[in-house]
């Protein structure tokens, strides 16, 4: 049995289109969204312990250690397989533990999904190296439990999302590339979605009717108003970018994107980005680099 699992990439998302539909009477937000995932991402260590403790084992300033959402995801995991395991075998099962370090490259509060992502990475591995024996769709409901994103990455393929985006339909995406922008600030998701200014009443679409133009995307990301009107960062990167093509918000921000058919077009665009941001070339994905290990 495996006691080590280095280097596991935690993807960023990018949201095609974000459509708010409704809201769900415990306040959150019912979406459609397409979920793109893209070669840009955390990376993973993780440690099979003896023990029963989780470790984190690097530093993530703003993030205490019982907060991370790896620390959360290995937690439950291991309550789920103790679970498991003593229906199935019995009482003699005794629960391991794992050292996990992590390195962050997705900006936080980005919209990139860098938390959710890190978690479902770490069900994932762990899953693996514990032997645990979930499937992906018991991973999936305890993945909700620590956010709306997290189902999403351990689906593993791209999609058109509803529900609070826990509710995932596979679609195939074109191989684009993307510049995405950080504009300098860090936008908290609760934030926008309690905005009294958003609107939650797009009208629902269909999966039949996404398509995607060279230039331009399809919808729109209705957190985007409320974003632009507390951050004018964001505004400001937007229309920057928008001298390329469609430019938009992804989540709930920070981050901004557009979308590029042909490599060197993404590369000049990202050789005059202004020095104030940093930008990142990322190419789109089919699946999850990890997609295998369930
Ligand atoms: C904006 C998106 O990134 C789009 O992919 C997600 O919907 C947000 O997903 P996430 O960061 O995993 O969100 P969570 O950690 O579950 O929720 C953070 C906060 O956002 C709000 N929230 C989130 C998702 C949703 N469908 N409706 C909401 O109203 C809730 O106030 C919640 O307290
Ligand atoms: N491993 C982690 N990496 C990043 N953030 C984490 C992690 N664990 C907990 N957090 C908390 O989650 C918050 C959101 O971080 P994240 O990078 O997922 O934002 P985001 O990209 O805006 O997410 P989303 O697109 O899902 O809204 C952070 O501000 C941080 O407090």
């Known amino acids: 049995m495996p006691r080590t699992l280095n280097n596991c990439p935690a993807p960023a998302k990018l949201n095609l289109f974000l459509h708010v539909t409704g809201r769900r009477a415990d306040g959150y937000h019912l979406l459609q969204t397409v979920f793109q995932l893209v070669d840009f991402n955390d990376l993973l260590h993780f440690e099979v312990r003896d023990d029963d403790l989780i470790r984190r084992s690097t530093d993530i300033p703003g993030v205490p250690e019982q907060s991370d959402l790896v620390v959360r995801a290995a937690r439950l995991l291991q309550t789920a397989i103790r679970a498991k395991s003593s229906v199935v075998a019995g009482s003699a099962y ?21 938390g959710s992502s890190d978690a479902a990475t770490t069900l994932m591995a762990l899953n693996h190296l514990w032997q645990g024996g979930l499937s992906r769709e018991e991973l999936m409901a305890l993945g909700l439990q620590l956010g709306a994103d ?20 596979k679609l195939d995406t074109p191989r684009l590339w993307f510049v995405i922008i950080q504009p300098g600030v ?48 964001v505004a400001e990167a937007i229309k920057w970018l928008g001298n390329y093509g ?5 989540g709930s921000g920070a981050c901004v994107f557009c979308a590029f058919t042909e490599e060197h077009q993404a590369d000049a665009a990202l050789k005059s980005v202004p020095s104030q941001w940093k930008a990142w070339k990322a190419k789109a994905m089919q699946e999850h680099p990890l997609a295998g290990l369930l």
């Open 150 to 169: 997290v189902p999403f990455f351990l689906f593993g393929r791209n999609a058109f999302a509803e529900g609070i985006g826990e509710s995932l339909q």
């Open 186 to 233: 860090t936008i908290p998701t609760e934030i926008i979605f309690s905005s009294s200014e958003l609107t939650r009443s797009t009208k629902p679409v269909k999966m039949t009717d996404f398509s995607i133009g060279t230039k331009k995307l399809f919808g729109k990301n209705d957190l985007e108003a409320v974003a632009v009107k507390q951050f004018p960062e």
């Open 246 to 250: 469609d430019a938009r918000m992804t």
């Open 94 to 114: 005794k629960p391991l533990g794992a050292n996990i370090g992590i390195e962050k490259n997705l900006p936080m509060g980005g919209g990139l999904g860098g």
